[in-house]
């Protein structure tokens, strides 16, 4: 018969002592007992060890312990251990090889010293302390919810009540619906009735009014409160961007879908207000992916179901967003075919006439940005082959969209055609682009100069491909300009610049991209006027076509000299000083006579590497740069 002999920490046996009366566990086994050897027990007549195990001994029946007498390893006495290790958690017996790493890792671990030499480990839970204060709050609330928490109370006094006053509102939605929302129904149908709760309410409110702000008719109702002063596009837009974002950190929005539309429009219509800011746009549509993913909105739903048209009008949505993203920042695509359950082409079919062009647009796009992946540069040029616009028009059966909805999206489809084709030969500073590119480029480009500053100003469904399209236009004239051999070229390329540089200033208060090309644009624009006055200076040659105080012009047109190196403001004829004197030498290079100083290379890789997806995700650089 093996008898075991309590032992002490260090593995010597322990002086037996008489037991005067057995625990009432032990008693009720009629088995001998070994609990009460300090004399410590508590009214029950458990010891403190034995009343620390009761709740995983009371619930075994005898028969589990008749095949050895010696008692189960039990935790070590809670008086002999530091306050923070006093919560046991879990027993690892020796046979575990995890009880060896622990014994020499943990600090929190204890030998068990029922028996000789001990049978395991006892892993202790470690309790955070309290602070100095004694407060419990970091203990009892998660770090996340605490700073929501604290965030909630500033979102109900400051953000849910950043809203235009009723009368504003109800301009600011009218454009919304008649202009916007045909085009990029994000939103959904949702809008009339709003949401019941009052937080998505007061949200719905805000987005839309973040949307409509850039249309000029809503110039004159740019307010926050009822009695508050007009505010610029960029004040009005900044304070409703930072509210909406403070309201969505707070977790007070719970609805996951309406959450997803919120995130999906904010992307699309949020513009930064500093350099920092440069990717949250890209931010928040990884944010509404990610819902999109979590909600399942990409996996197909039976044709009964009550909201299929609803989850594929909000899936086309994602989809059309994530690869405009793509454009405009330089990211990579986060939703593909392969992981999606809907048929796309059937999505597309269902949707709504101007909704179903913008899509087919938007797959122009996806087939583009397949050329500036990595890995897909080739040796030779690639030209993507687009249908005509009209034909799609017809395809979309959007004949009867107003004609401010399909300029809009001409303009997105000319954009796309300037990007449609790759040359290698463009990877040198100084060549012309290939033929067929040259062409298709400088025919989209006309085409949204011409839309945006003539054809349909003040009408388009003001959605932020409208400047992206006019820096495309302003890159494609700036490369005609800057490396063309031909004065006569030179001369169109200047002047589609200046008046895409225009076009670009009347829309930079609400715009982030349309600042930062602005920024560059102006300072190659006084570098030549700079240029010429240096020219016509040393050389002394003047044009014979200069009246007193006037320079003429080319289209006939005349500008006063004092104003010759004024920044563009308002007409596309200012900012630049008569370049017919360094027209007549065909060799001379305006650009070699720019103050050394200049960063013409910092200007030739923005600018033109406008045209590549891979720049245009240097934003937060050209800002830091030129702004």
Not at 5 to 29: E, F, I, M, N, Y
Request: charge should be negative; include cysteine; aromatic fraction near 6%.
């Amino acid at each position: 018969m093996v008898r075991f002999v309590a032992s002490d920490s260090t593995g010597l046996p322990l002086k037996r002592k008489q037991v005067a009366q057995a625990c009432t566990r032990c008693r009720r086994r009629k088995k001998r007992c070994f609990h009460n050897n300090d004399g410590h027990t508590n009214g029950d007549g458990l010891s403190a060890e034995d009343a620390a195990m009761s709740a995983l001994g009371d619930g075994e029946d005898e028969t589990s312990h008749t095949s050895t007498d010696h008692p189960a390893p039990h935790p070590p006495r809670f008086e002999s251990l530091p306050e923070s290790n006093r919560h046991a958690s879990r027993f690892v017996g020796d046979l575990s090889p995890e009880a060896i790493l622990m014994e020499a890792t943990s600090l929190c671990s204890t030998r068990d010293v029922s028996v000789r030499g001990g049978l395991g480990i006892w892993q202790s839970r470690e309790v955070p302390r309290l602070t100095s204060s004694g407060s419990a709050l970091a203990v009892s609330f998660p770090s996340r919810g605490a700073v929501q928490d604290m965030l909630k109370a500033y979102v109900w006094k400051h953000c849910l009540s950043c809203s235009p006053p009723p009368s504003d509102y109800a301009v600011l939605l009218r454009i919304y619906l008649e202009k916007l929302d045909p085009v990029f129904p994000i939103l959904g149908r949702p809008l009339l009735p709003p949401p019941e709760d009052e937080v998505g309410e007061k949200v719905l409110q805000q987005i839309v009014s973040l949307a409509a702000a850039p249309d000029p008719e809503a110039t004159n109702h740019l307010r926050l409160s009822p009695e508050g002063s007009l505010l610029s596009r960029h004040d009005f837009s900044t304070s409703l961007s930072n509210s909406i974002q403070a309201i969505i950190d707070a977790g007070v929005v719970t609805d996951r879908v309406f959450l997803t539309r919120i995130l999906a429009a904010l992307s699309l219509y949020m513009q930064p207000s500093c350099p920092e800011e440069a990717d949250v746009p890209a931010l928040l549509n990884n944010r509404a992916i990610h819902q999109m993913h979590t909600l399942g909105l990409q996996m197909a739903s039976s044709d009964s179901h009550a909201n299929n048209q609803t989850t594929r009008t909000l899936f086309c949505c994602l989809w059309a967003l994530d690869r405009i993203n793509s454009a405009f920042y330089g990211r990579a695509c986060l939703i593909h075919e392969r992981d999606v359950g809907w048929d796309l082409k059937d999505c597309i079919t269902a949707q709504e006439p101007s909704f179903r062009l913008f899509l087919m647009v938007v797959e122009l796009l996806d087939k583009v940005i397949g050329l500036y992946r990595p890995g897909n540069r080739q040796e030779k040029e690639i030209i993507i082959e687009l249908p005509i616009f009209e034909q799609m028009i017809v395809d979309a059966g959007a004949v009867r969209v107003p004609s401010g909805c399909l300029a809009s999206l001409e303009i997105f489809y000319h954009s796309v055609a300037i990007l449609s084709s790759q040359s290698p030969s463009e990877n040198g500073s100084t060549a012309l682009p290939a033929p067929a590119t040259n062409s298709r480029r400088s025919l989209a480009a006309d085409r949204i100069t011409s839309i945006v500053g003539h054809e349909y100003l003040g009408q388009l469904s003001y959605l932020p491909i409208i400047p992206y399209g006019v820096s495309l236009s302003l890159s494609v004239s700036y490369r005609k300009m800057r490396h063309s051999n031909i004065p006569m070229f030179r001369s169109r390329g200047k002047q589609a610049f200046i008046a895409n540089t225009s076009l670009l200033k009347s829309l930079d208060d609400t715009f982030w991209t349309a600042k930062t090309m602005v920024t560059m644009a102006e300072q190659v624009l006084r570098e030549m006027n700079k240029a010429v006055a240096s020219i016509t200076q040393d050389t002394g040659v003047a044009d014979s076509s200069k009246k007193p105080g006037l320079v003429a012009r080319r289209d006939g047109e005349l500008l006063s000299a004092s104003s010759a190196g004024d920044s563009i403001v308002d007409d596309p004829n200012r900012g630049v000083g008569n370049l017919s004197v360094v027209e007549t030498v065909p060799d001379l290079n305006i650009f070699d006579h720019f103050d050394p100083t200049f960063d013409l290379g910092a200007v030739d890789t923005a600018l033109e590497g406008n045209l590549d997806f891979g720049t245009s995700s240097n934003w937060f650089d050209w800002q830091q740069l030129w702004g």
